[in-house]
């Protein structure tokens, strides 16, 4: 019975979770281009001028995809102050980061999102651990207590699941009409320390 009632429990929580998405990323896509750009420069100057991406020597980054908000100018400062820039790419049902030195160097990957190639060094978290890091993470939707809710596979989550640092060392960004009042969520999910919507 119990397990019954689990299992019902998660499909619920499925339902409810992929309602949200449509609803947001429907939201996400109809923001006017104007004020996507405004939202988007917000954005860069509040990330370059954090106190946690100063101080950073690695920049674990993404490479924005669809509606999503740009990164495009965090990512290239970030090259230009010399920091490591590590970007994920989709191999199997992993996320491995490969650090890239230019926004060339990606090419087109998983579900059409720019990736790095896989060529170069891949993020190792116990060689970096004690360095300086930061980690951006994209999400679908964000609620007021700080809760993150991606595109349903999971990677961030078991990324991060055993990397303390970076999830202390954590900021999800997008739009101000990604915010909800509050997110389902399960005990495998995992939240960014900060989120900054603009």
Wanted: charged share 30%; net charge negative; proline share 3%.
């Amino acid at each position: 019975m119990k397990s019954m009632e689990t299992s019902n429990h998660f499909l619920d929580l499925k339902e409810e979770k992929r309602k949200i998405r449509k609803e947001i990323l429907s939201k996400r896509a109809a923001i006017p281009l104007e004020k996507r750009k405004l939202a988007d420069i917000a954005m860069a100057d509040r990330i370059i001028g954090h106190q946690w991406f100063y101080r950073a020597e690695i920049l674990l980054g993404f490479a924005n995809y669809d509606s999503e908000i740009s990164t495009e100018e965090i990512l290239v400062e970030a090259v230009s102050k010399g920091k490591k820039l590590f970007l994920p790419k989709i191999v199997g049902d992993k996320m491995f980061f490969y650090r890239i030195h230019s926004l060339e160097d990606l090419e087109i990957g998983y579900k059409g999102i720019r990736e790095p190639k896989g060529d170069t060094e891949v993020f190792n978290y116990e060689l970096y651990k004690e360095n300086a890091i930061l980690m951006l993470m994209p999400g679908v939707a964000f609620d007021i207590y700080g809760n993150r809710m991606g595109y349903g596979k999971g990677f961030y989550d078991r990324f991060l699941e055993d990397k303390e640092v970076l999830q202390t060392y954590s900021i999800g960004i997008g739009y101000k009409c990604q915010q909800v009042e509050c997110l389902p969520v399960d005990e495998h999910d995992i939240k960014p320390y900060q989120v900054i919507l603009v």
